[in-house]
């Protein structure tokens, strides 16, 4: 399912922010207006769209890097 982040759902008279995506198999991937802080909290990113790895399986954690297709 791809979502047009021009087009966020609204429900309940609340327009999202963020679209949390389940990929079938894959990462969760994320789209939208969000802030994305590492570890240790002191930095911060704000992507319009990221692929979080949800295998546990990415040489590059928290980010996907397609190693659940292996
Ligand atoms: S979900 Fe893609 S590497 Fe884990």
Do not use: W
Request: glycine share 8%.
């Amino acid at each position: 399912m791809k979502v047009n982040i021009s087009g966020m759902e609204e429900k309940n008279g609340k327009k999202s922010q963020a679209i949390i995506e389940v990929i079938d198999f894959g990462p969760l991937k994320i789209t939208g207006n969000f802030l994305l802080k590492d570890l240790q909290r002191n930095k911060e990113e704000s992507p319009a769209e990221v692929n979080l790895c949800r295998c546990g399986k990415s040489g590059n954690k928290p980010y996907c890097d397609e190693s659940h297709k292996k």
